[in-house]
C-alpha cells in the first residue's frame, strides 16, 4: 500500500532567528504548511520546500498571548487560526502579492523549457505571502483542540464549553455549547440519555467527521464518544452524544472520511478504531491497531500512550506515533506496514539501541508522497553558536513514500501487475519488455498455451504475463515521470498499467502523459493548452491500446469521457470525446464496458468499440445502462471502487449456458469497506439474441444489492476463461487488511452431476499471508505484494559528527517485491469444511504448478505444528484428513519426509502415526526407484529405530544405488553405514574429502598424475612379479579403506563393493566398472590383482569383445570397398591391403617391440614417437567431428632420454566433458605432407573404424589398469578393439619373460583361436589385424612349457560361459571370521550372465533381495 524510500530529508532554516518547531500542519489543498514556534508563525511552500514568511510575535504580546500551541487553516487556504496557552485565539489572514514570486526555477540557455506556458507562474514558481493578524479572540480558557468545519471554527476549552466561531463574523458568530447538556447514550436509539455528570469534564482531543456529520471526541478522563446534531442548527439541545463503551483510556483522535471511521489512541499503545453501525447510531467496534508481543517482543508493552495518528490524504493508510517515539503505519483495516522500533530502525549495525525518534507534531503532504514531522528530540538540544550548525538542526524532517497505483485508481485491480508510484517515478514488476514478448504473451498464444482458452470475448489482446517476468527478480522495473511533464503537473495523482505491463499512463494535475516500455519513450501532448485545460476526476484505465479516462473541460465547463489512442499523437483531435452529466468520481473497464460512477450516485454503463476510420483508428461509445444507486449510497465519497465483475451465484447457468459465463453478470461496489454486489436480474423473462439487433438489446436490471464482506481494502476478479482451473478463475479475491484475505470460491459438482441441495453455491474463505496483497495471478495461485526492507550505513561515519547525519539516526529504506503462495490456505479450508472433493477438484487442476510440491508440503507442516503442538486435546483432528488428501498425488513420499526433516524430531510420532510407518514407506520408495527419497527416510529411521535396522534399510539402499549408478548417493551410503557401525549414530560424519588418488584408484587418476605408458618391460615385468604378492596395494587411498581393517563395518562396506565389482566384471561391463572405481574410490588394481584367475579371468573372448565394442559405441572394423571390389578376391590379397593399411600404425612399433629388452631407453622413446605421430591423425581427424575444433597441436621439445608421458591430466569420469585433447606429439612433417589418394582412403577407413575420442581415452585407461593388475587376457581384448600390435606384443613379451601361470597362457591362446575363427565368419574386418599378430601368437605356442597341438586351439565351448571359477577364498575367508554366512555366488552369477545382453543404460527394476541380505553380528 505505502512504503517507505530512502532517507527522510531535514529542513534547512534560512533565518538564524527562526526558533524550533513544535507544530506542524498543512493547508487542505497541501501546497503550502504552517509551522508554528513558541512566538513564531512560519509558511512554508511544498516544492520545493522552501520558506516564504514568517510572523514575530513582539514580547509583550508573546507575554499576555502565552506561546503558540495549535493552528487550522480555514478550508479555503486564506486563514490561519492558531491557539495559545493563555487561551487566546489568533486569527491571521494570508492575502497573497499577486503576480509576485519569491522562487523561479533558472533554466541553462537553450534549454526547452518554454516559459510563455499558462499556468507557468503558479505551477513551477514559489509566490509570496504576507501574514497579518486579523484579530485576537479570547476564549478566557485554555485550549485543547481546533478543528475548521467548512464555516465555522470548532474551539474546545478546559472549562467544558464547545465554542463554535464564525471565520468571517467572528464578534456576533460565537456561540459556546456547555458539554454538560450534551445527552450521552449508548445508541440514539434510547430516548434520553444521561448528561456528562461531573464539573470538571473537558475535551481533550476532537475531530469533524464529514461523512459522518459529527465529531469524534476522547475526554480529559479517558471515555470516548461522537457527538452529533439532530438537525441543520449547531446548538446544545440539538446534540446527541454516543459512548464508546469498552475505551476508558483515550489520548487522541483521528477520523477517515472515506471509510467513515474513528480511530482512537489509548494509553496502552493501542489503536482502537470504530465506525458507527448506521441502524442504531451506536458505535461499533471495528479493529485494533496494535503491536504484537511475537514481531516486537522488547518493546510491544513499553511504548507508552499514543500521541498522535494521522490519516493519509487518500484515507487508505494511518501514520500513528507514540510518547516515547517511532512511527508506524497501518492500512485502513490493520494490516501493518511499517515500524520504526524494530528492526535496523532501533538498533545501529554493531547491535547498540538507539534512541526512537520523539515526534511531537505530523502531517501528511501532498498526495501522501511526504510525511512531515516536527522531530521532538531537537526541540530540547540548544542550538550551538553560529548559524550553519543551527540551520541544520532545525528539527522538521521528511520521510518520503511510494503507494501503491491502487489506492487512487482501483480499476487497477482486475490486472495482474504491481504498479507503485512516487512523486516522480513508477515501479513496475513487469520486468524488461523484451522478458515480457515471452511465448505466454505472444499473439500465437491459443497453440503455445493450451491451459490458458482464449474466450469468445478475447479481443486479440494478449491474456497475461508469463510467470518468470513476474516473478523473475526481486527488483523493479523504475520508470522515470517525463520531467517537462512533472515541471507543470506535480503530483501525480493517477497512473495505470496495460495488460501486458508495456505500457504505463500517469495523470498529473492537468493533462496526462504516456510511455512505452518497449520503446522507452514518453508522450506527452503537443498542444500545451490542451493539456492545460483537462482535468482527470475520475481515474483512467487502458482498454487494448486505447487509454480511457473521464476529466473535465476547464474551458467548456463540461464533464467529459475521453479515449485516446496510444499509437496517435497525443491530441484532443484524435480523441473521441463523449459528454457526460455529472461529476465522474470512479471509472473502470470490463471486456468492451466502460463502467462510470458519477457524483451523483449512479452507476452508468458504456460499450466501446473500435472504428477503423481511414488511415486513423478510433474508438466509439455508446450509453448501455444507468443504474441510480442513491438509495443505497449514503454519501457518493464512501464509494472507494467499483468494478464489473461476470461473478454470480447460480452456477447452475454456466453449466447449461457457458457462453454466458464471461458477461457482465454483476457489480462489485465497495462502499466504504462493505463489499456490496448488485446481480443481474434473470428472474425476468428472457430475451433471446437471435429474436432481435444485439446493438438494441434491453439490458437486464440488477437485483437488490447484497452485503459479501466487511472491512474489504482491495477486490481483485479476472475477465478470462479456464476450463482447467474454473475455481480460480471465476473466484473472487479479497483483502481485508489485519483479517488476512477471503476468496470467494464457486463450489462446482463433480462430472456436471446434480449438485446436492445442501451445497452452498459459493464459498467465503479466509486465509492469512505474511505479505501486503498487490495483485493477484489467478492461474499461478500466487499473490504478488512489496515489502519495506533497510539497509544500514551508520559505520560510515564518525562518531563525531554522527548527531548530525540522518544516514545514521534512520536506515536506508527500500521497497523489494515478494510473493506468496496461497493454494495450501485454501485446500485446507475445504477440508475443514468437509468439501475434500472440491479441494481435490482444486489440487488437480493446479498439479502442473512447479511449486505444487511445496503447497502439500506447507499444508502438512501448518497443520503439524499446529496439531501437535496443541496445549488441549484436539477433538477432530485435521491432520489424518490432510494425511489422506496428499496420498492421492504421486509426490506423496517426497512430501512426507520433506515436511519431516524441516520439523523438530519431537512431532515425527505425531505425524507417522497419521501417514504410516516410515520403514513402509521407505520400501514404497525403494518400489518406486526413487532412491533419493529413500534416503531422507533412512534418516528419519536411523533417529526413530535401532541400528540393526537402519543398517539393514541401508544396505538395501546402497546395493540399488550399486546397480543404478547413483553414486553420489553410494558415497552417502558408505558414510552412513560407517557412521553406524562407529556408534556415531547421532552426527553421522560429514562427507570425507577427495583424499589424493594412487596411480591406481580409477578413472580419477588422470585429473592428478601423468603416467607413462612407455614404461620399459622389466619395469612392467618387475610391476607384474610384485602385485602378484600384494594382496593391497599400499596408495593413499589404499589406506582410506584398509586404516580400520579390524573394524566389521569395513569390511562388510568392502565385500559388498566387491561383489558389485565382480558382477560388473562377469557382466562384462567395463565402462561401469571404470566409473564404479572413479566414483567410489575403489581399489581396482588391488582387487584385479586378488580377482585375477576368477573373476578377472576372460571366459569367452568373443563375447567380451562384441559387449565392449557395444558399451564403447566402438565401430567393428571394415574391409576397404577397392580390395572387395578387386577381380582378385583372394586371401592372400586382402592380408596385403590390411597390411599395408596397417604398416603405418603398427609397423614401426612392431619392430621396436621385437627388440632386446636390454635396450637402452632413447630409440624406445623415438619408437612410441613414432606410435604416436600416426595415431595422432586419426585422433584429430575425430575430434575435429567432435564438439571442440582442434587447431593448435603442441609439439615439445625432446631432449635424450626423456620419456614421452601421454594421457595426463585429462578427466576421465562419465560426467566429464569430451577430452580436448591428450598430450601428444605431432609429426613434424605430417602438416607439410600432401596427402595423396591412397592416404585420404586410409584417413577415410581409419575414420570409419575408430569410436570416440572420449571412449578411445577411456580404453587406454583401463588398458593401463588391466596391465598394471597383470589381467593380460583383458589386455589383449583391448588391444584388439584398438588394432593396436603394439599392446598385443607387450602381453606377449611378458608371458615370455615371467613366469605366468600355464592356465594363462593356454586362456589367451583358446581366446584369440576363438576370435580368429569369428573373424573369419561373422567381422572380417578383423583378419588384416589378427594376420599382422599371428606370428606372435605362434610364437607363444612355441615356447610354452607344455606344447599343445594346434588342433586343441578351438574355439570355447559356450558351456564353459557358466562355470562356476573358482572358490573366492578371501571371501569365505573374511565372511567365516564374522560370522556371515558364507554365500555361494553361483546364484549370482548365473542370474546376472542372463542380463548380460541388456543395455547398460536400462534400470534393472527388479533384484533378488537374498543376495544382499549379509549381516555382521
Not at 462489485?668 to 428472457?686: E, F, H, K, T, V
Not at 589378427?1330 to 605362434?1338: A, V
Request: glycine share 6%; charged share 20%; aromatic share 10%.
Amino acid at each position: 500500500m505505502y512504503f517507505l524510500s530512502g532517507w527522510p530529508k531535514r529542513l534547512l532554516c534560512p533565518l538564524e532567528s527562526l526558533e524550533q518547531p513544535l507544530h506542524i500542519q498543512t493547508d487542505p489543498q497541501r501546497a503550502f504548511f504552517a509551522v508554528l514556534s513558541p512566538s513564531q508563525l512560519s509558511i512554508w511552500y511544498c516544492r520545493p520546500s522552501v520558506l516564504i514568511v514568517s510572523y514575530k510575535e513582539l514580547s509583550k504580546a508573546a507575554s499576555q498571548f502565552g506561546s503558540y500551541k495549535q493552528a487550522e487553516w480555514r478550508p479555503d487556504s486564506t486563514m490561519i487560526a492558531v491557539s495559545t496557552a493563555n487561551g487566546y485565539i489568533l486569527f491571521f489572514e494570508i492575502p497573497s502579492a499577486r503576480d509576485k514570486y519569491l522562487y523561479e526555477p533558472m533554466y541553462p540557455k537553450g534549454s526547452p523549457h518554454l516559459k510563455g506556458t499558462p499556468h507557468y507562474k503558479e505551477e513551477q514558481c514559489a509566490p509570496s505571502l504576507n501574514l497579518e493578524m486579523k484579530k485576537v479572540l479570547d476564549l478566557q480558557a485554555s485550549i485543547t483542540s481546533l478543528q475548521s468545519t467548512l464555516e465555522d471554527l470548532l474551539v474546545a476549552t478546559t472549562d467544558g464549553f464547545l465554542h463554535l466561531v464564525h471565520w468571517d463574523g467572528m464578534t456576533n458568530g460565537r456561540k459556546a455549547i456547555n458539554l454538560c447538556t450534551v445527552p450521552f447514550s449508548v445508541d440514539l436509539q434510547s430516548s434520553r440519555g444521561s448528561f456528562l455528570g461531573f464539573e470538571d469534564v473537558y475535551i481533550r482531543d476532537m475531530e469533524y467527521c464529514a461523512t459522518l456529520d459529527g465529531f469524534a471526541v476522547v475526554f480529559n478522563d479517558g471515555r470516548v464518544g461522537f457527538i452529533t446534531p439532530m438537525s441543520r442548527r449547531f446548538a446544545a439541545e440539538q446534540l446527541r452524544g454516543v459512548w464508546a463503551q469498552d475505551v476508558i483510556d483515550g489520548t487522541c483522535v483521528a477520523v477517515n472520511n472515506k471509510y467513515r471511521l474513528m480511530a482512537f489512541g489509548c494509553a496502552n499503545g493501542s489503536v482502537q478504531v470504530y465506525t458507527i453501525d448506521t441502524t442504531t447510531g451506536a458505535m461499533q467496534f471495528s479493529h485494533k491497531l496494535e503491536l504484537t508481543p511475537k514481531q516486537y517482543p522488547d518493546i510491544w508493552n513499553k511504548t507508552g500512550p499514543v500521541k498522535l495518528i494521522r490519516w493519509s490524504p487518500d484515507s487508505c493508510v494511518v501514520m500513528v506515533t507514540w510518547e516515547c517515539g517511532g512511527l508506524s503505519l497501518w492500512s485502513v483495516f490493520g494490516a501493518q506496514l511499517i515500524c520504526t522500533l524494530g528492526g535496523d530502525f532501533a538498533y545501529q549495525s554493531d547491535g547498540a539501541k538507539k534512541d526512537p525518534l520523539k515526534i511531537s507534531s505530523m502531517t501528511w503532504g501532498s498526495e501522501g508522497y511526504h510525511l512531515w514531522v516536527v522531530d521532538g528530540n531537537s526541540s530540547n538540544v540548544k542550538p550551538e553558536s553560529g548559524g550553519i550548525s543551527e540551520a541544520s538542526q532545525f528539527g522538521i524532517l521528511q520521510f518520503h513514500f511510494i503507494k501503491s497505483a491502487l489506492t487512487v485508481n482501483p480499476c487497477m485491480s482486475n490486472q495482474e501487475q504491481v504498479l507503485l508510484q512516487g512523486e516522480d517515478r513508477l515501479y513496475l514488476n513487469c520486468g524488461d519488455a523484451t522478458q515480457a514478448q515471452s511465448p505466454r504473451n505472444s499473439s500465437a498464444h491459443s497453440e503455445d498455451k493450451p491451459t490458458r482458452e482464449r474466450g469468445p470475448f478475447s479481443d486479440g489482446s494478449l491474456d497475461s504475463q508469463g510467470l518468470s517476468t513476474l516473478l523473475g527478480h526481486r527488483h523493479w522495473h523504475v520508470v522515470q515521470i517525463h520531467s517537462t511533464y512533472l515541471e507543470s503537473n506535480w503530483p501525480i495523482r493517477f497512473s495505470a498499467i496495460d495488460k501486458l505491463g508495456q505500457n504505463v499512463a500517469v495523470v498529473g494535475k492537468f493533462g496526462f502523459a504516456h510511455y512505452s516500455l518497449l520503446t522507452k519513450k514518453w508522450k506527452l501532448f503537443g498542444n500545451i493548452t490542451q493539456e492545460q485545460n483537462m482535468m482527470v476526476t475520475g481515474g483512467l484505465a487502458w482498454w487494448n491500446d486505447f487509454i480511457v479516462l473521464a476529466c473535465y473541460n476547464l474551458n467548456d465547463h463540461q464533464e467529459e469521457l475521453r479515449i485516446y489512442l496510444r499509437t496517435s499523437n497525443l491530441d484532443n483531435a484524435f480523441a473521441h470525446i463523449t459528454k457526460v452529466q455529472a461529476d465522474t468520481l470512479l471509472l473502470s473497464v470490463f471486456r468492451d464496458i466502460v463502467i462510470l460512477f458519477r457524483a451523483d450516485c449512479s452507476i452508468c454503463l458504456y460499450s466501446i468499440e473500435r472504428r477503423p476510420e481511414g488511415l486513423n483508428t478510433t474508438a466509439s461509445i455508446q450509453v448501455l445502462q444507468e443504474v441510480s444507486m442513491s438509495r443505497y449510497i449514503p454519501h457518493p465519497f464512501l464509494v472507494v471502487s467499483v468494478t464489473l465483475t461476470s461473478v454470480r451465484t447460480e452456477t447452475g447457468i454456466t453449466l447449461k449456458m457457458p457462453q454466458q459465463a464471461c458477461e457482465a453478470e454483476s457489480i462489485m461496489l465497495n462502499l466504504a469497506g462493505q463489499l456490496i454486489m448488485l446481480q443481474r436480474d434473470r428472474s425476468g423473462p428472457q430475451i433471446r439474441d437471435k429474436d432481435n439487433n444485439p446493438n438494441q438489446r434491453k439490458h437486464l436490471p440488477f437485483c437488490a444489492p447484497v452485503v459479501l464482506a466487511q472491512s474489504v481494502e482491495n477486490v481483485w476478479t479476472t475477465c478470462r476463461i479456464n476450463k482447467q482451473k474454473r475455481h480460480l478463475l471465476e473466484a473472487l479475491w479479497l483483502s481485508c487488511g489485519g483479517a488476512g484475505m477471503k476468496v470467494w470460491l464457486p463450489l462446482f459438482p463433480r462430472d456436471h452431476r446434480k449438485p446436492h441441495s445442501f451445497l452452498s453455491r459459493r464459498i467465503m474463505l479466509p486465509f492469512h499471508i505474511n505479505i501486503y496483497p498487490l495483485a493477484v495471478l489467478f492461474e499461478d495461485a500466487l499473490v504478488l505484494g512489496a515489502v519495506n526492507d533497510t539497509v544500514l550505513y551508520d559505520c560510515l561515519y564518525t562518531q563525531t559528527s554522527a548527531r548530525e547525519h540522518l544516514e545514521v539516526l534512520f536506515p536506508f529504506s527500500i521497497v523489494e517485491r515478494t510473493s506468496q503462495i496461497y493454494l495450501h490456505h485454501i485446500l485446507r479450508q475445504l477440508l475443514v469444511r468437509n468439501l475434500g472433493e472440491q479441494a481435490l477438484l482444486l489440487a488437480h487442476s493446479c498439479a502442473t504448478l512447479p511449486y505444487f510440491p511445496h503447497v502439500l508440503e506447507l499444508m502438512l507442516h501448518e497443520v503439524l505444528e499446529e496439531e501437535a503442538t496443541s496445549r488441549e486435546p484436539i477433538p477432530d483432528p485435521l491432520l489424518p484428513t490432510v494425511a489422506k488428501f496428499i496420498t492421492e498425488f504421486p509426490l506423496f513420499l517426497q512430501t512426507v519426509v520433506h515436511c519431516a526433516r524441516k520439523t523438530e524430531y519431537a512431532l515425527w510420532n505425531y505425524l507417522f502415526a497419521a501417514v504410516g510407518n516410515p520403514k513402509d514407506l521407505f520400501e514404497e520408495c525403494l518400489m518406486a526407484q526413487d532412491l533419493d527419497t529413500a534416503a531422507s527416510y533412512l534418516i528419519i529411521l536411523q533417529n526413530m529405530e535401532v541400528p540393526a535396522v537402519s543398517r539393514q534399510h541401508a544396505t538395501l539402499l546402497f546395493n540399488t544405488a550399486l546397480e543404478q549408478g547413483k553414486w553420489d548417493l553410494c558415497r552417502h551410503m558408505i558414510r552412513f553405514l560407517k557412521a553406524i557401525g562407529s556408534g556415531e549414530t547421532e552426527t553421522p560424519p560429514a562427507t570425507p574429502t577427495t583424499q589424493e588418488p594412487s596411480s591406481s584408484s580409477g578413472f580419477e587418476f588422470f585429473r592428478h598424475r601423468s603416467i607413462s605408458l612407455s614404461q620399459s618391460a622389466e619395469n612392467l615385468h618387475s610391476k607384474f612379479n610384485l602385485t602378484k604378492t600384494l594382496s593391497m596395494p599400499s596408495g593413499p587411498s589404499g589406506k582410506r579403506w584398509s586404516k580400520d581393517s579390524d573394524c566389521a563395518e569395513n569390511m562388510y562396506i568392502d565385500m559388498m563393493l566387491w561383489r558389485h565389482a565382480r558382477r560388473l566384471l562377469e557382466e562384462i561391463k567395463l565402462k561401469d566398472l571404470g566409473c564404479f572405481a572413479a566414483q567410489l574410490g575403489f581399489e581396482l588394481i588391488g582387487w584385479l590383482c586378488k580377482e585375477r584367475a576368477r573373476a578377472a579371468r576372460v571366459e569367452d573372448f568373443v563375447f567380451a569383445l562384441k559387449k565392449l565394442h557395444k558399451d564403447f559405441l566402438w565401430p567393428f572394423p571394415v574391409i576397404p570397398a577397392s580390395s572387395i571390389n578387386s577381380p582378385f578376391k583372394n586371401g592372400k590379397y586382402k592380408t596385403a591391403v590390411g597390411e599395408q593399411l596397417l604398416k603405418s600404425q603398427s609397423a614401426d612399433t612392431f619392430v621396436n617391440m621385437e627388440m632386446d629388452t636390454g635396450i637402452s631407453n632413447t630409440p624406445r622413446s623415438r619408437s612410441w614417437l613414432g606410435t604416436i605421430s600416426s595415431s595422432q591423425r586419426e585422433i584429430d581427424t575425430v575430434s575435429s567431428h567432435g564438439p571442440h575444433m582442434q587447431d593448435a597441436f603442441l609439439s615439445p621439445l625432446l631432449s635424450k632420454g626423456d620419456e614421452c608421458s601421454i594421457g595426463s591430466a585429462t578427466d576421465l569420469t562419465e560426467t566429464s566433458s569430451m577430452v580436448d585433447g591428450d598430450w601428444t606429439m605431432v609429426d613434424e612433417n605430417f602438416s607439410s605432407q600432401s596427402l595423396t589418394q591412397s592416404e585420404l582412403e586410409h584417413i577415410s577407413l581409419e575414420l570409419a573404424s575408430k569410436g570416440p575420442h572420449k571412449s578411445q581415452v577411456q580404453l587406454r585407461y583401463l588398458l593401463h589398469i588391466f596391465m598394471e593388475a597383470g589381467c593380460l587376457d583383458w589386455c589383449i581384448i583391448i588391444g584388439l578393439i584398438l588394432r593396436e600390435s603394439s599392446v598385443i606384443n607387450q602381453v606377449f613379451s611378458i608371458m615370455q619373460s615371467s613366469d605366468i601361470d600355464g592356465e594363462i597362457c593356454q586362456n589367451i591362446k583358446t581366446g584369440l583361436y576363438a576370435v580368429d575363427k569369428w573373424a573369419s565368419t561373422d567381422c572380417p574386418g578383423y583378419k588384416p589385424f589378427l594376420n599382422i599378430i599371428k606370428p606372435q601368437i605362434q610364437k607363444l605356442s612355441e615356447i610354452a612349457e607344455e606344447q599343445v597341438q594346434p588342433e586343441a586351439f578351438q574355439p570355447v565351448n559356450p558351456s564353459k560361459v557358466t562355470e562356476q571359477p573358482n572358490p573366492r577364498a578371501e571371501e569365505s575367508r573374511t565372511s567365516s571370521s564374522h560370522g556371515t554366512n558364507p554365500q555361494s555366488d553361483a546364484g549370482n552369477s548365473s542370474a546376472s550372465r542372463h542380463e548380460e545382453d541388456r543395455s547398460k543404460t536400462e534400470d534393472e527394476d527388479s533384484f533378488q533381495e537374498g543376495r544382499y541380505d549379509c549381516t555382521v553380528s
